[in-house]
Nanobody, 118 residues
Framework: QVQLVESGGGLVQPGESLRLSCAASGFILSSYVMRWYRQAPGKERELVAVIASIGGNTNYADSVKGRFTISRDNAKNTVYLQMRNLKPEDTAVYYC???????????WGQGTQVTVSS
């Protein structure tokens, strides 16, 4: 079955950390540009972080620069989002996206909830 499955979300206090995982099955992630998006209640989905398929270049939304790190482990067919110093405004459903430029193949995971609250 071809799918992306996110995990690692949960409830944390401000200042704490979480690591999200996005595991692919049925296709090879190494050929895909990988992105993490998030969507808070009542807000549009926003791009949080992206990592290139080749070279590993990364880019981040200004709101998470210096706190979040996206990485990929092609051997495990998995992408990660390390989130540090979490803030209440980081509360959202986080989605993993895989996009292959050559074929325009575009895949989404089901999302994982991150809640930052004291």
């Amino acid at each position: 079955q071809v799918q992306l499955v996110e995990s690692g979300g949960g409830l944390v206090q401000p200042g704490e950390s979480l690591r999200l995982s996005c595991a692919a099955s049925g296709f090879i992630l190494s050929s895909y540009v990988m992105r993490w998006y998030r969507q808070a209640p009542g807000k549009e989905r926003e791009l949080v972080a992206v990592i290139a398929s080749i070279g590993g270049n990364t880019n981040y939304a200004d709101s998470v620069k210096g706190r979040f790190t996206i990485s990929r482990d092609n051997a495990k067919n998995t992408v990660y989002l390390q989130m540090r110093n979490l803030k209440p405004e980081d509360t959202a459903v986080y989605y993993c996206n895989a996009f292959r430029v050559a074929t325009r193949d575009n895949r989404w995971g089901q999302g994982t909830q991150v809640t930052v609250s004291s």
